[in-house]
């Protein structure tokens, strides 16, 4: 596995491949990897001649209060995990040659972004769609693979690939889940062993509101209902005996799966989505509801 620093190199590596008449997939990540990430550089390797991974945890997309400067740094692990899946490169470079002196050009992302994350986020999708579009110029793939449990960034990047005309092809994705069903995070590591029990309830409210829907109840509101009294240890048949509870519900809601509208009922795919704290760690995970 090639491992490269430097933007100008990495995006003649990509053109080398495209030049051979190779289709390459590219694997952007913050690090940290995890079997989500393995699944996507995986399916990148199915799909496609040639893999190139990024590993860059990107300044702009994370708010002066959140956790930039904790995020787990786990570079010579996540490079020895990616050459055990024999991807060809990966370009991992320093923050000052991605954000260079006087840098000042931004991506307005698009109108998805506005609702959940982007209310709980403000700068966070101009972040990601900045960083993304950069991506996409540097190592200029055919294809470039996100996973789905990061659901509302993948509707904003496909809907910014649409609007700006960017000629490569979005792939999502499955959410790789624990055995239990937690959804696999970088940020599951930050939790106690308290913590990592409570964070079940997420998941758990998701089944919750899908099985709602496959016995008949079509209304979102009263998912989402559903969803918050779960997440808050109020279930509806009182089974636990000590109710756990996640600590801060930001969103728990079930929308258009597109455009992340409201809906009143169900008619089309619509997803269930959830943001809670969970201690200190802020969780997200989604279930799409296929009519
Ligand atoms: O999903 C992530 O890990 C990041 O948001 C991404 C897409 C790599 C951009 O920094």
Known sequence: M??????????????????????????????????????????????????????????????????????????????????????????????????????????DPPQVAHSLEGVCRPEHFRGVATIVLKLFQIAPATHAFFGQKDYQQLQVIRAMVRDLNVGIQIVAGETIREPDGLAMSSRNRYLSVDDRRRALLISRSLQLATDLYHTGEKRAAVLQDAMQQHLLGRPADRSEATPLSVDKIDYAVVVDAETLQEIDTINQTAVALIATMVGNTRLIDNRLIVV
């Open 2 to 107: 090639q491992t490269i620093t430097d933007p100008d190199v990495a995006r003649d590596w990509v053109f080398q491949q495209r030049a051979a008449g190779k289709t390459v997939g590219l694997v952007p990540t913050m690090g940290a990897l995890h079997d989500g990430h393995l699944s996507l550089v995986q399916t990148s390797r199915k799909q496609c001649d040639a893999t190139i991974a990024t590993i860059f945890i990107n300044p702009t997309q994370f708010a002066p209060t959140e956790d930039l400067d904790k995020y787990p740094r786990t570079l010579k692990e996540d490079c020895e995990r990616l050459a055990g899946e024999s991807v060809d490169a990966v370009f991992v470079p320093e923050t000052k040659a991605m954000y260079t002196d006087h840098f000042s050009t931004y991506v």
